[in-house]
């Protein structure tokens, strides 16, 4: 008798030979922080830009900062599709939409002749530049295993590293000429080079440039939670800690003002926290792939809350450049431990949409708490509140980490130790 033959139940999948944690591996990281870069370029372009705005259009400061706001929610809006998009048919095809919506928003923008136009343009811009964040990480998250979660950083620090590059050279731009041709340079100059890295990121990634998830390895997490409840905690979470994370970065400038420090010394303390944030970002890598996502999310909120407990009782000048820093080193890693938890406890097929999702949580927090600092003040009359209420946020977010900690290492102990983080 014939024994019957039974066909493979995927007979289209081929083992890839792209290999995990390779030299290749590493290359794709390189090319995509260098693009991460570039295409996060409006989220710093428009601080620089909205004073000489504002003169030109003759609005209010905080009708020209709806840009900023109305870019934001593009950012975190955007996030959510080019991570679906993403999840479906890879990461280039979101990466090739993302940069037509950042070079024709720039172009825009510089053609605007009425401020709505202008802001508009801002909403565009920040959909162009979703793509280089929330979903880049999650692709990156793709190529590694070992060092999954320093890969995730690294790509994360991009946002870091345009906060630090574009702000002189938009400058440049807008004393040289003016802020219309700045953003149409912009436009045309990141399309171009974005265009060219993504097609050597294609080049790179073959046959490959769609990962096959359904070969991925099974999530090293068992929460004992669905996809969609533990998409709710992270979000919470997220918001939470965005909300303090808000207090410093939106308002030190201005709380240095009001302590009569002028408004540069806060400046400058702003960029030590974002230059810290860099060391902190990368570092935050190294320690998930020791300990796990939840384990370093919670040192991460812990201690920004112990850094946002300091602002309470120390206000001289030397004191706030030293509490900037030790908050910049401590908070810079908080978010893409959100990225790397759902890449530990979701499947691999959902990655891109999930930390899209969690990632468009900590935009809305960043707004609502930049927003309500600024309520607390004007009601106030001082930033202590503020800083207090930031405390309570970062409480709520510690809560949520540690119940989830606590429910992973339930399931770890029921299930054995290969679901440990």
């Known amino acids: 008798m014939v024994q019957p033959v039974h066909a493979p139940n995927h007979p289209e999948q081929r083992p890839s030979s792209f290999t995990p944690d390779s030299r290749q591996a590493w290359v794709r990281l390189v090319i995509a922080v260098v ?32 840009a900023f706001t109305l870019m934001m929610f593009g950012f975190g809006l955007g996030g959510v599709i080019a991570g679906k998009i993403t999840d479906r048919f890879g990461i280039v095809p979101a990466m090739a939409i993302s940069i037509a919506f950042l070079g024709i928003a720039n172009v825009l923008a510089g053609l605007s002749t009425q401020l709505w136009q202008f802001v508009a343009a801002y909403f565009l811009i920040g959909l162009g530049t979703s793509a280089t964040f929330a979903p880049l990480m999650a692709e990156a998250s793709h190529w590694f295993e070992r060092y999954r979660g320093l890969a995730v950083t690294i ?19 807008v004393q040289t000429a003016d802020w219309r041709v700045t953003h149409i340079g912009i436009g045309i100059v990141c399309a171009s080079l974005m265009t060219i890295l993504v097609l050597v990121l294609r080049m790179q990634m073959g046959d ?49 003002g009001d302590l009569g420090y002028g408004v540069a010394r806060g400046a400058e303390m702003l960029s030590l926290m974002m230059a810290c944030g860099i060391v902190s970002r990368i570092g935050s890598g190294f ?58 406890a979701m499947p691999a097929s959902e ?20 927003w309500v600092s600024g309520v607390i003040f004007d009601a106030t009359g001082s930033y202590a509140a503020a800083f207090a209420n930031g405390v309570a946020w970062n409480a709520v977010n510690v809560g949520i980490v540690v119940a989830l900690l606590i429910r992973s290492r339930m399931n770890s102990v029921r299930t054995g130790p290969s679901l440990a983080a």
């Not at 590293?161 to 050279?169: E, F, N």
């Not at 905690?233 to 808000?246: E, G, Q």
């Not at 899209?356 to 708490?369: K, N, P």
């Open 155 to 173: 790509v994360a620090s991009g946002n870091y590293v345009a906060g630090t590059m574009w702000p002189p050279i938009v400058n440049w731009g």
């Open 208 to 256: 490959d440039q769609v990962r096959n998830h359904a070969n991925a390895p099974p999530p090293r997490v068992d929460l004992k939670l669905s996809t969609n409840t533990l998409t709710v905690l992270l979000s919470i979470a997220s918001i939470s800690c965005c909300v303090a994370m808000a207090m410093p970065q939106v308002h030190i400038v201005a709380y240095c």
């Open 35 to 66: 693009i991460g870069s570039i295409g996060a370029v409006g989220m710093w372009a428009v601080v620089v830009v909205i004073p000489v705005v504002q003169a030109e259009f003759g609005a209010t400061r905080g009708a020209v900062s709806l």
């Open 351 to 370: 990655a891109a949409t999930r930390v899209g999702i969690v990632i468009f949580a900590s935009v809305f927090g960043m707004s609502f708490g930049g």
């Open 287 to 344: 320690l998930a792939d020791k300990i796990g996502g939840i384990r370093t999310l919670l040192v991460g909120s812990l201690a920004q809350g112990f850094a946002l407990v300091f602002y309470l009782f120390f206000d001289s000048l030397t004191s706030l450049y030293l509490i900037s820093a030790m908050f910049g080193l401590f908070q810079g890693g908080i978010v893409p431990s959100y990225a790397i938890i759902v890449r530990e």
